[in-house]
């Protein structure tokens, strides 16, 4: 999470040259170039490994351009906040407990308090970070997918392939030949190992080795590493409302998936 959101920060200092979609792009070219170098992946798989690799990219790179998008247009930690009201969506609403009801609220009352941002917050930020929230939720299922169905590495460097075919156009039109600079290219590379190579790998094999309830626990925290990450490298101050809501929604995933009747069935 620490190197996720300190390398969103990074790159959220390319989008006036670069422009978030480009950044996205130089981040997925790069993080796959270092993954298919190390892993090597066979691209012979049957149509079903297929699906889950290509879904995979697909949900990745979508994932990334909305998120990015919504950062180049509010605060990170608060477009990181509105984006995982996705995953908490999903644990709240898929339950028939009366107790999800109060993190329901609880993460209602974080939304309600972000919309109170003095001077409001931009539109279409926030629609590309609902967006990036609907694609996270799908980003856990197709994770857990693509390390079932793949061993090492392998399955995430043929992801980052196809999501790096899938956010080429968005790149080229917004971006264009300034992607080619030497100092843009380098910092690209950098955010490609925070924001990509480490996380991806990391969370691939945290969900082949802890059950999904206790991996949602731990991300949890993700909003606040966000809004931590936004002020010291960016300076994004927020107020104590913004951070009472960043807190709500905090507590409401943690509650949810701390209270889910789901058995874990985890790997020793």
């Known amino acids: 999470m620490i190197s996720l959101q300190v390398g969103a920060a990074f ?4 989008f006036a040259t670069a422009g978030a979609s480009g950044v996205v792009l130089l981040r997925l070219f790069f993080a796959a170039l270092i993954l298919v170098i190390i892993w090597r992946p066979t691209w012979r798989m049957d149509r079903h490994t297929f699906a889950v690799v290509a879904g995979y990219g697909v949900v990745l790179a979508g994932m990334n351009i909305c998120i990015y998008q919504s950062f180049a247009r509010i605060p990170l ?7 995982f009201l996705g995953p908490l969506a999903v644990a709240v609403f898929g339950s028939r407990r009366k107790l999800d009801l109060v993190w329901a609220v609880l993460a209602a009352l974080g939304v309600l308090l972000l ?14 970070a609902l967006a990036a929230a609907v694609l996270w939720a799908s980003y856990i299922i197709m994770g857990a997918k693509l390390g079932s169905h793949t061993t090492g590495g392998a399955g995430l460097a043929m992801g980052m392939v196809f999501g790096t075919a899938v956010a080429l156009p968005f790149g080229l039109i917004e971006t264009g030949t300034t992607l080619l600079t030497p100092g843009i290219l380098a910092v ?3 955010v490609a190992l925070m924001s990509s190579v480490v996380p991806y790998s990391l969370e691939l094999e945290a969900l082949r080795s802890i059950p999904p309830r206790v991996f949602g626990v731990l991300m949890s925290l993700e909003p606040a590493v966000a809004a931590l990450a936004g002020l010291l490298v960016l300076g ?3 107020g104590w409302t913004q951070w009472l809501a960043v807190a709500c929604v905090v507590v409401a995933s943690v509650g949810a998936t701390r209270t889910s009747p789901t058995r874990d069935t985890g790997a020793n």
């Open 115 to 128: 919309s109170r941002v003095e001077g409001g917050l931009d539109p279409v930020g926030v629609l590309f």
């Open 236 to 238: 994004e101050l927020l």
């Open 77 to 83: 930690g608060i477009a990181v906040t509105i984006e």
């Open 11 to 14: 790159a959220k200092q390319l």
């Open 188 to 190: 690209g590379v950098l």
